[in-house]
């Protein structure tokens, strides 16, 4: 009877163990920002996270997506839309790579022609402006 006890209370005890360590690594991943109307896109888009947020992790963080898309790309995508109650909506698409993992946040408002994305924006940061040569030119 002793015995049964002793491995309930180590089973417990193991359950805990794993269940902390599951709770600490969540809490060391950083939590994308939120999309909202009250938020600066450019600041969502250099801020976002890119390749640390799973889908699991996106849906709890954003809830549903508004719709599931195909991109061209073949990636899935998710489609936000947020500002419809102030009259201009703005489009938040997050794209996932075949993992699972977001790799890329676009954002379409009608601020902007083009649009734009997180990994424009988080690339163009790591640029230096003076030139870089990797190889020959073209007359060479």
């Known amino acids: 009877m002793k015995l049964s006890g002793r491995k309930e209370i180590i089973l417990i005890a193991i359950f805990m163990l794993f269940l902390n360590t599951a709770l600490a690594d969540q809490a060391k991943k950083p939590m994308p920002p939120i999309f909202s109307f009250n938020y600066e896109p450019e600041k969502v888009l250099r801020e976002y996270p890119l390749g640390l947020i799973n889908k699991q ?5 954003h809830g549903g997506p508004l719709r599931k898309l195909q991109l061209p790309n073949g990636n899935d995508g998710w ?16 794209q996932f790579s075949r993992e699972g993992m977001v790799v890329d946040v676009m954002h379409k408002s009608l601020h902007y022609k083009n649009g734009h994305s997180a990994l424009q924006y988080q690339f163009l940061r790591g640029v230096t402006p003076e030139l870089k040569m990797t190889g020959p030119g073209p007359s060479e």
């Open 79 to 94: 489609l936000y839309s947020v500002g419809e109650e102030a009259g201009t909506s703005e489009l938040y698409i997050l």
């Open 57 to 61: 992790e996106a849906f709890a963080h």
